[in-house]
């Protein structure tokens, strides 16, 4: 039981290239998140998923595109990074019954330059 | 504009003494209420949570206050031990949604 994983781990972007970050849990989540961490900040709510096909915006989805085909998988897509997309990417899934109660992945560390 | 504030960013505490982490809150809309604790390079791991209709909740050494009234919450954890050291958030759910909304987190020291 791997829980939630991410890749990459680290990731460095030209100005204007696209990527694509991997989340995978292996729970049976309904619920998955993107959240992305900036230095001395908390975590900011970018995209949501209560089950496959459905996803909607949180708090700062410009710049970010989701997808969500399967239950396990929620990759986020970023196109034509900018700077201001350097952060640390964290996702997360959560039960249907006990949706509060977050399980993160280790993040991934994108640096756009 | 932070809904969810730690206005603590570190807090230093020997070990065997309580410590208190605390969290304020702008939004009445707010239902739930969690605190996740987060070591270096790994994600945050919940901890505890309460919702708006307790004012206390407890497991272990850890225990959370909600004071509705004033938008306030806090944690306590006693006693406190060296493992504990690590980044704790606040975050807080509305009930429109699942907008998970994170404090910017305060730094817990537990000194040997």
């Known amino acids: 039981n791997a829980g939630v994983t991410q890749t990459p781990k680290f990731r460095i972007l030209k100005i204007g290239q696209s990527m694509t970050l991997q989340c995978t849990q292996d729970?049976?989540?309904?619920?998955m998140y993107w959240y992305r961490q900036d230095p001395g900040m908390g975590l900011k709510l970018i995209y949501y998923s209560v089950g496959a096909g459905i996803t909607d915006k949180g708090e700062v989805p410009n710049g970010y595109n989701v997808s969500r085909s399967t239950t396990e998988d929620f990759p986020l897509r970023l196109e034509l990074a900018a700077p201001s997309q350097t952060s640390v990417y964290f996702c997360a899934s959560s039960p249907r019954n006990s949706y509060y109660e977050q399980y993160f992945g280790p993040g991934t560390r994108l640096t756009v330059t | 504009d932070q809904q969810v504030k730690q206005n603590s960013p570190s807090l230093s505490v020997q070990e065997g003494r309580i410590s208190i982490l605390n969290c304020d809150y702008t939004?009445?809309?707010?239902?739930?209420f969690l605190w996740y604790k987060k070591y270096p390079a790994e994600g945050p791991t919940f901890l505890i949570s309460i919702s708006s209709i307790k004012d206390k909740n407890e497991d272990g050494r850890f225990t959370v206050f909600l004071n509705k009234s004033a938008k306030h919450l806090s944690l306590h954890i006693v006693p406190s031990q060296p493992g504990d050291s690590a980044v704790y958030f606040c975050a807080a759910r509305p009930n429109y949604g699942q907008n998970f909304v994170f404090g910017p987190g305060t730094r817990l020291s537990v000194l040997p």
């Open positions: 729970m049976n989540h309904n619920y």
């Open positions: 939004n009445s809309m707010f239902d739930y």
